[in-house]
């Protein structure tokens, strides 16, 4: 493909990307992530996984898209804010992550994708591609700085200077050239420290990653164990996920909210008081989030979450 034509091309999706409503969009190279490789395996090798030990293996494939999509040339990255400053009304209630407020990220941008494939191909029918949403086969927040989004903050989420950090990443892998983005080289957290000391149970490092044996998203969402007894007085009453080390940081303050209503809490779930939450039935429970990330976590989980944390305040 002629570099006019990549050009042209590159420009056309990123146009689309838009219209569909992704807030952001960058193209990367697909290369070897062999960096990226090093330090996942450091960071199995330490434990740092938890229980989440199917990270350990096919590394290689991880860091390869060559691997995951015969023919791999260019990786599409978007990304999509589901910030919101609507939250659960009521006090002393079980806190939720805003990431699961409204309709579960996989569909809405897996569809989304798909159309921006769609798109692609009217206009190349030779294009093939595969689209990934939050797949543990690869590396989203490594791709999102390839494709210059932003670069990954103290706390191991990747920071757009426009839009924060509180966005889902989409990625589209096609076997065609096109015109690449910059990777995002340099750095723009500075001497701030906020989400490592804000952190309530200190399960940030400080080599940009988590230790997931001590975060409260996975212990809440991931890790189907009981929740350690020293981590119980920290969870502040969250149940489904954490927000602290994204609600203090610096570049999420001027965050635009609410941009995006299928990713807002219902007025249904933000008046529920604290007797709603503990009296959740499993129909109840189904009925609510059926459209929501929160399917995510069993019933049976979730309400164990809430009675600790209930037994916790008391």
Known sequence: MESAEKNSLSV?????AVNL?????GIARAKVLSENGAVLKKWCEAGMNGKISYLENNIEKRINPELL????KSLIVTGISYYSERKQKKTGVP??????????YHYVIAKKLEELLLFIKDIDPSIKGRSYVDSSTILEKAWAKEAGLGWQGKHSIVINKKIGSFFFIGILILNKDLEYDQPLTGEYCGDCRLCIEMCPTGAITNDRTIDVRKCIANLTIEDRGPIPA?????LGGRVY?????QEVC???KDARPDIHPE?????EIAEMNSDDWQSLTKERFDDLFKNSAMNRVKYEHFMQNIRIVTKSDN
């Open 12 to 16: 056309l999706i990123k146009e689309k």
């Open 69 to 72: 999509f015969p023919g791999a």
């Open 230 to 234: 020293e981590i119980i007085p920290k």
């Open 95 to 104: 806190v939720i992550s805003r990431y699961a407020y409204g309709k579960d």
């Open 21 to 25: 409503g992704f807030d952001i969009c």
């Open 250 to 252: 610096p570049w999420n």
């Open 241 to 245: 996920g954490c927000d602290r080390c």
């Open 263 to 267: 990713f807002g809490l219902t007025n």
